[in-house]
């Protein structure tokens, strides 16, 4: 069984996209019920959409996708971590690293093409590009 997953916004803007590669990896962790969401990657992709037409496919593309919570812990961990990186001068997003420690509490892997993950102390990445 593979390991559970969050799936961040830069994957679920490729597979909206129709990339095959990635929407290929997806739909298999998917069909494992492999892959999570969260409040923030949902606020990203919202963000981002152009017309009522893509918010409906965008929104049911990702209904059935097992949401996850944010916690005072996983909020607690983001400003830590946040913190350490900033001491090592380097700046990541809050909704990345927010993403990353509410992966690290529950033991999960982040699914993403953003690199700066790989900075992230204690995430586990489940692919790396």
């Not at 909704?95 to 204690?122: C, Q, R, W, Y």
Request: charged fraction near 20%; proline fraction near 3%.
């Amino acid at each position: 069984m593979s390991p559970k997953i969050i799936a961040d916004t830069s994957i679920w803007i490729e597979y909206f996209r129709g990339n095959n590669k990635i929407a290929g990896l997806l739909e298999e962790y998917l069909l494992d019920n492999n892959v999570h969401i969260n409040g923030i990657i949902i606020a990203e992709l919202i963000q981002g959409i152009k017309n009522n037409k893509d918010k409906e496919a965008v929104l049911g593309g990702i209904d059935a996708v097992p949401y996850i919570e944010f916690t005072y812990e996983d909020w607690l961990l983001a400003g830590d971590l946040s913190n350490e990186l900033r001491k090592k001068g380097l700046t990541i997003p809050l909704t990345d690293i927010a993403t990353a420690a509410v992966a690290i509490n529950n033991n999960m892997s982040v699914f993403t093409l953003d690199k700066h993950f790989e900075h992230i102390p204690g995430v586990k990445l489940c692919m790396q590009y």
